[in-house]
């Protein structure tokens, strides 16, 4: 599937303060999923977004996806160590075509 | 429980001798993948299936293997394993249309 470039890779913040990653696309998506996956576990599905410019939250998350279907961010406010782990966006061009695409990740690392 | 099991959780193996990683969902799903996922790479996707006889390859399905004969497994196999395929194994499950994966636990593979 066509590829999804997200940034930054790695991200230290202190406790309490906001994180944000993003998600970045050449070409219109068609949707864009974020998943969590914490440190020695698995990937967890945290939300979908499919519409141009559709804001969705989630408690301290916020997710975005751009108005031309490109790009996409999730935003965490006040951090918590409970939200220490790797963010990873994902897309599908065609349910049916070709399953999932996922970005590379961004390892989010919270100093108390 | 809605739940999707990967067996064996870890293995250390040797060149050549033949390995299959099983996966197992109870949520009735006809989508079914496995992705693997290596430092620096995130998730790369090597196989999924659509339903039952319907498998088609992902972004890295050489030298590997998969089969659909139940709805509920999608084994993995690694006819010949090398060294190369060193990595961590998901086996991920979703309903068709709906975009949402669920992982299983993973499955850690040595190749010596």
């Known amino acids: 599937g066509q590829q999804v470039m997200q940034i930054p890779q790695y991200q230290h913040v202190q406790e309490g303060e906001d994180f944000t990653t993003y998600c970045n696309s050449s070409?219109?998506?068609?949707?864009i999923q974020w998943y969590k996956q914490r440190p020695g576990g698995h990937p967890v599905f945290l939300i979908q977004?499919?519409?141009?410019?559709e804001v969705k939250k989630q408690k301290r998350l916020t997710f975005q996806f751009g108005e031309a279907k490109k790009n996409s961010s999730l935003h965490i406010t006040a951090t918590q160590t409970t939200d220490v782990g790797t963010y990873f966006c994902a897309h599908s061009s065609s349910w049916g075509a070709d399953g999932l695409t996922f970005g590379k990740g961004t390892h989010l690392i919270i100093q108390p | 429980e809605a739940q999707v099991t990967q067996n064996p959780r870890y293995l250390i193996t040797v060149t050549g001798k033949k390995l299959t990683v099983t996966c197992s969902q109870n949520?009735?799903?006809?989508?079914m993948s496995w992705y693997r996922q290596d430092p620096g790479l995130g998730l790369r996707q090597i196989y999924y299936s659509m339903n039952v006889e319907v498998t088609d390859k992902g972004d890295v399905p050489e030298g590997y293997k998969v089969s659909r004969k139940e709805k509920r497994n999608f084994p993995l196999i690694l006819e010949s394993p090398s060294p190369n395929q060193t990595s961590l194994y998901f086996c991920?499950?979703?309903?068709?249309?709906?975009?949402?994966?669920?992982f299983g636990a993973g499955s850690r593979l040595t190749v010596l």
């Open positions: 070409t219109t998506l068609s949707n």
């Open positions: 949520m009735n799903h006809e989508y």
């Open positions: 991920a499950t979703g309903h068709s249309g709906a975009n949402v994966l669920t």
């Open positions: 977004l499919v519409k141009s410019g």
